[in-house]
């Protein structure tokens, strides 16, 4: 079970890289879901029925939101900051980090664990060696650093909105490799948040479209909003031919 | 199961009031009856709660999801103060716009208060922060119903804070056991070598976590440097939303922090002076900037928002403490800023749909107009700074001596009190000479005398016999237009203003008065007309006689009074909104008890 949940924070990671360096919207909301959905299983030990079945509904329902807000979207979304290259190096570099983070962590603690106080639940899989949390770790730490630069200097909701959701997924992460098995209330709690996230997302999503015909933020009470907004390649102006 | 009678109640009149509201019409009217009862229940039974957590024996005996949800005394005191208030605000904002006005703020207010209410009641500080995090989203019911693509830049900002405010504290509720334990083992329990490696790790991370909250914090309240925000929200919304959007959406997200850091951080007593260096510094920055922008600001509603922010700067004050001591504290200042931030909200709604300006020059012998409104406004001051011995006051000097030793705390002190130039400003302002905006407007008037109607008689050529006239009246601005012989066109012109006189209101014209209308033109013999008229009705489906039931007419009827006296009732409203408020801030409902209560904690596996 272990290499595979290993293999899966890998593929919540690609899924992530999707989201962010896709050039279509369909394909950012499929590489979204991949990643929303496989964040919820990276943990050690493998979290309740009751809590999996909630993460995954409220996923589900979060991304088909935006599924629906994007069906009057251009077929193109505006260039990404970073292609796939870009982002998937980016990627690969803090997954590593994280990981490496983790194991330095579980040294830590393993370290002091035999004159200590009992840990309890509380990060029990890493003083143990499993690989798992180190992954969702790993996991988190890409996931954060692919989404955090689109949702501080976001400039299209779709890529924001990506952004923000990637972030919960990171969350989550972190909570399973740290706190251990989660209570399926609070489960139901972060699912709910997802889902309420996505539609959010959504909402912002279609009102961008229904105002403006496309994705970009324009703020027209910025009086520098002509300059922020305008198009990438006014910057390099190709000489008429 | 009360609590879970509120979450139902709310849940679903905001889903119906946000699905009827931007509608229209008869599914509006089904979904503003529907979200104002549930307001009504679910601020009832917010008062109905009976908090409680454990037996004698230690036995959990209340509370939703194996004991997750546990309803308390704070809990119950703030949804009743939230409850009352948002009545007053969804009243007031009736009467300043109609349904129209309702579109965002009920469904928003609702869905807040539902997920405000989960948060709050949470034993479960994960579960907190996702309901806190979620309930911001209620914001976008508001903004997102603006025009223009102002509203998305500003929907997007809002859906920004919200979620990354959530993030971080789902990040430190993971990150702090973690933290704790290292620190733990710093401190001696464990052998050098490994007390070496983590404290390496313990402090830092400890202090990492401390000032995220505490910048989650701040931005969530717009506080300096993340006050753009908080402006342009300002311009894009109705001002009667900006209460629920910069003060009570916050409310929850605050309250789950102050008990993180209670819970988790404080009890450690670690030495993390640097960190509370940097929160206090930040307090401060936001106590002067934002106190000295609500003054220098022209702008009315920007300058009510920068109060908001001035006065939320002390809030950091409670998380900088890092002492169990600021818990009773921190709590009481958030419910008086929210109290005291609703009644100013509303009051400057008021003050610009009645003079028409935002502008508070223009603004310039208000007072005189209006006394009702001034009254409200010096209720308002007195609740947001209180006096000694009202918990608000003992609050602010609490939370800076908790924070920093003399003479720091009397700055902090002093700081906390730089927003009073603000206030006074616009009650001076407002006693000074009258501009031509505050002359032209409606003044308040104290005695109840009935106003007499203007009446208007147009003589229509070609289509009314020469004994008919059609005249249109006036009262409170409500148009209404009747047809009536000349022999009653001379009689009293009172009677054109008794709702049953009044023979055809523009608007919608109830049967009963269009009968009485029909009766009259029959008199005169005129078939024409009648006919006329009859088509009329047929087509708005009101032609039988008496289909208009008592209910509906009593309602046209009571809409209609409530229209007419629609400058004093918006004063009132503040007024009262503004007596809510410093009942608050003196601590009316044992707040202080109820502040001080501790958190609840879950009983579970792990925790017991």
Known sequence: ?241 | MRLLLLLVIGGVGAAVAAWGLPRGGRSARIGTLVGVLALVAITGDGFLLRPGRLTDTGQPITGLFDAHLVATVYLRLIVGLWGLMSLLLVFAAWLLGGLERLRGLLPATLAAMTGGTVAMASADLALGAAAAAATGLASLLVILGAEGPAAVAAGARELRVTLLAGVVLLVALAVVPIAARLALLASGVATAAAAADAAEVAGPAMGIVTLAVGFAVAGRWGMLPFHVRVSRLTDLVPPETLPLLLAWVAVPFTVVAFAAVDRLVAPLALPLDGERAILVVLALLTLVGASLAAFVHDDLRHAVGYLVVADAGLLLLAIAALDPDAWGPGREWVVALAASKTALGLWAAVAEDRFETRSIPDLRGWLRRSPLLGAGLVLTTLATFGIPGWIAFEARTALATLVAGPPLDSLLVVAGFLSLPAYLRLLVLGAGAVTSRVDGATPERITLRRRPPETLSVELEGVEPASMVTSTTTVAGVISVSRTSVRKANGPARDAARPGAAAVAIDSAGAAVADGADRRAHDVGDRAAAAMRARRLARRGTATPGRATPAVALGARVAATLRRNRTELLSGTVLALAILAALTSYGALDLSGAAAEPAPILVGRDSD
Do not use: C, K, Q
């Open chain 1, 1 to 241: 079970m272990t290499p595979v949940l290993v293999v899966l924070a890998g593929l919540v990671v690609a899924g992530a890289v999707a989201a962010i360096a896709a050039t279509t919207p369909r394909l950012a909301v499929l590489g979204l879901l991949l990643a929303l959905v496989g964040a919820g299983y990276v943990a050690d030990p493998f979290p309740g029925p009751l809590g999996l079945g909630a993460r995954l509904a409220g996923t589900t329902l979060g991304t088909y939101l935006i599924w629906i807000a994007l069906r009057r979207s251009p077929v193109a979304m505006p260039a990404a900051s970073v292609g796939w290259p870009g982002a998937a190096a980016i990627a690969v570099v803090a997954f590593v980090a994280g990981w490496l983070g983790a194991g330095t962590l579980g040294a830590a603690l393993v370290s002091g664990s035999s004159e200590g106080p009992g840990l309890g639940t509380v990060g029990a899989a890493l003083v143990a060696g499993s690989p798992v949390p180190r992954a969702a770790l790993g996991a988190a730490l890409a996931l954060a650093t692919l989404a955090i630069p689109h949702v501080v200097l976001a400039r299209d909701t779709l890529r924001l909105g990506m952004g923000l959701m990637l972030l919960i997924a990171a969350a989550g992460l972190v909570a399973n490799a740290l706190v251990g098995r989660p209570d399926d209330v609070a489960a139901l709690g972060v699912a709910l948040l997802v889902a309420f996230a996505g539609a959010g997302v959504a909402a912002v999503i279609e009102g961008s479209i229904r105002r403006g015909g496309d994705l970009v933020i324009r703020d027209s009470l910025r009086p520098d909003a002509v300059i922020r907004h305008r198009a990438a390649d006014e910057a390099h102006r190709r000489p008429p031919a």
